[in-house]
């Protein structure tokens, strides 16, 4: 269906083009992932681009939704007093870019949303929202991408970046005759990517994360004229003889075409070449608060061209490109991607960029205003984190190891992983919790307090799980639509995938309980799905703030117990609040009770519940496990 187009660079144009942009990196991620191969080919260019993307998009929407529906929980009404304005979607996208920004690609393209939302959001008699305005904001975040890298490579998604906005300014007219303009020169300059950088001409690709932009700024091109650009391969086709060496980029009208009108080699979806994500092994560290940005791909480091390049050199010719995009990296290359989020002045940001640029390569920093996100490829890991630590609070810390588990890393050591048959992944709030459901054997997600996943990473969760069937438990009642879309998304890609609505992880737990893989798929969903729903839910939290409830109207700091998510109880003591609510759950009878222990929650507590339940109800089992940090302090299942 035809987009309607937008005229002006306004809130609505920044919505679309966001959500336009998802859908494209969507549909091509396959594509992206399979001609990663600068400077460590781990195939995740595009899932991390997807997911960056992704958390922009919840930011607008948030925004959005905010003023829909006003205190009180009224809708605003029709007009204009009710829509966000530019400013407040443009800095919303921007933050939620730089949160969620995952890998190398992923910090570049939220320093690129940053820069237009700057010019968007700035303060001035003059409104930048038309096509003026448009080439404005692109000349500005691509100057400002490249500031954010230490030692920018040409080849890139820089130079990519850097095209665009020399053909938009080059351009007169609206917004729609600039975002094309910028268009076509970005995807002149993607074609041209390979004769900048050597690796990538010998793999037969382009770059991967210049790729990504093509197909965000295609979303753009059609917010303001309704129609899709036309399409453009990843690959390189052969020009000239056999032998001679010649490559080029190719324009394929033929083929199918993905929503930013790309279309992907061979005229059909990439195959399976994009490896998944979470197969390296990594180590997450740091803020509850914090999700994690991930992945390490394309970069920009010349160190690293230069050994990618040496790496490359006396490998297999031009005709044997597939054979080099799937060779061993560099031994000489970093070992560890270090990424995290950073709250730190500017000066301090400036002395941690001379620290790090010491001690690695493919360093990235960016953001403003407080707030950063950190990236860079180091041997002492350890080292880049006490440079965070220097500089101000580093959170949302993860640590990859480059080298384990990737399948574009691992070359002829080991044949490619068999999937397995069936596979559980579950979503779960604290490591606690983690490290149970990872012990019976499913692949988790962990969801800290305030920070729920994103379908994107729900989906990559199933893809490191490599199995042909999965089990899907999102263990939270407000991430039944996020797990759906990951459900969805899993599926095309040929996954068997069966959603369990479950609302708690202790509903998980019981279903994880009677999982059994032998048996036959609907067999075994239909055994999980009877177990969790049999399994009455509850958790004692602390109120954040005034609230009315179910119970009465509760105050910042009373506990609340909640059963089956309603609020029942309101209290100021911890223990005293979870015997009411276990006394009520065994009110209806049980037979095993579950308790899950926050870091926070009162010492005694599990010893004094059992003994509760020991003494007035006869035959009732407890099981007690250690949650961390999971937001509420204690969580509670009778079955």
């Known amino acids: 269906m035809a987009q309607v187009p937008q005229t002006f660079f306004d809130a609505l144009a920044v919505r679309t083009w966001c959500g336009l942009a998802l859908t494209a990196l969507g549909r091509a991620r396959e594509e992206i992932d399979a001609i990663n191969v600068y400077p460590v080919a781990d195939g995740d260019t595009g899932t991390n681009l997807y997911l960056t993307m992704e958390s922009a998009v919840a930011a607008v929407e948030a925004v959005f939704e905010g003023h829909e529906v006003g205190p009180g929980g009224h809708r605003s009404g029709s007009g204009d007093a009710g829509k966000p304005s530019s400013a407040d979607v443009a800095r919303a996208m921007a933050h939620g870019a730089l949160i969620g920004a995952r890998g190398n690609s992923g910090t570049i393209l939220a320093q690129l949303l940053r820069g237009m939302a700057q010019v968007l959001a700035a303060d001035s008699e003059t409104a930048h929202t038309d096509g003026a305005g448009l080439r404005l904001a692109f000349r500005h975040a691509a100057d400002s991408a490249r500031q954010a890298v230490a030692h920018p490579v040409e080849g890139t998604v820089l130079s990519v970046a850097s095209a665009a906005a020399d053909a938009a300014e080059t351009t007169d007219g609206g917004c729609g005759v600039v975002a094309r303009a910028a268009y076509e020169g970005a995807r002149e300059a993607l074609a041209a990517t390979p004769g900048q950088l050597a690796v990538l001409e010998r793999a037969g690709v382009v770059d991967a994360g210049g790729r990504g932009l093509v197909a965000v700024l295609g979303a753009l091109v059609e917010t303001f004229t309704g129609e899709a650009p036309g399409a453009v391969s990843g690959r390189l086709a052969r020009a000239g003889h056999e032998g001679s060496g010649g490559f080029h980029a190719r324009v394929d009208t033929g083929g199918a075409e993905t929503a930013d009108g790309v279309a992907a080699p061979d005229g059909g979806r990439a195959g399976s070449a994009g490896a998944a994500p979470g197969d390296r092994a990594s180590a997450a560290y740091g803020d509850p608060r914090g999700g994690s940005p991930g992945g390490g791909e394309t ?5 690293a061209a230069a050994r990618v390049e040496a790496r490359a050199a006396g490998a297999a010719g031009p005709g044997d490109a597939d054979e080099c995009a799937d060779s061993l990296p560099e031994q000489g290359g970093p070992a560890f991607e270090v990424i995290y989020l950073l709250e730190a002045e500017d000066e301090a940001v400036d002395r941690l960029r001379t620290r790090l640029d010491g001690l690695g390569d493919s360093l990235v920093v960016v953001g403003g205003d407080g707030l950063w996100n950190v990236h860079v490829h180091v041997d002492d890991a350890g080292a880049a984190v006490e440079a965070g630590v220097e500089a101000g609070r580093p959170y949302r810390i993860r640590i990859t190891h ?25 979503v779960v709030p604290g490591e606690g919790l983690a490290g149970l459901y990872t012990e019976a054997g499913a692949t988790t997600v962990l969801a800290r307090p305030g920070e729920p996943p994103a379908s994107g ?82 958790e004692v939290a602390v109120a954040e703030r005034q609230s009315w409830t179910m119970a009465g109207i509760c105050q910042a700091g009373d506990v609340l117990g909640l059963i089956d998510g309603d609020v029942a109880v309101i209290g100021s003591d911890v223990t005293a609040a979870a015997e009411t609510v276990l006394d009520r759950m065994l009110s209806a009878g049980g037979e095993l009770v579950t308790l899950v222990l926050g870091d926070e929650a009162p010492d005694s507590i599990a010893d004094h519940l059992e003994a509760r339940v020991r003494e007035g109800h006869l035959g009732v089992d407890t099981v007690v496990y250690r949650g961390g940090r999971q937001g509420a302090l204690l969580l509670i299942g009778v079955e």
Do not use: K
Not at 299 to 303: E, I, K, Q, T
Not at 415 to 426: G, H, K, L, N
């Open 299 to 303: 970069a920009f480091d010349s160190g």
């Open 402 to 426: 480059f080298g384990l588990g990737d399948v574009h890393t691992r070359g002829g050591e080991r044949p490619p992983r068999e999937r397995v048959q069936r596979a559980v992944v579950a």
């Open 457 to 538: 990473e729900m989906v990559e969760a199933v893809r490191r799980a490599h199995a042909r069937e999965v089990v899907l438990l999102p263990n939270d009642a407000d991430l039944r639509h996020t797990a759906a879309a990951a459900a969805e998304q899993a599926r095309a890609e040929g996954i068997r995938v069966a959603l369990i609505p479950t609302r708690s992880a202790v509903q998980g737990i019981a279903a994880l309980a009677v999982h059994e893989p032998e048996r036959r798929f609907d067999e075994d969903v239909v055994s999980m799905t009877s177990a969790a729903g049999a399994t009455r839910y509850a």
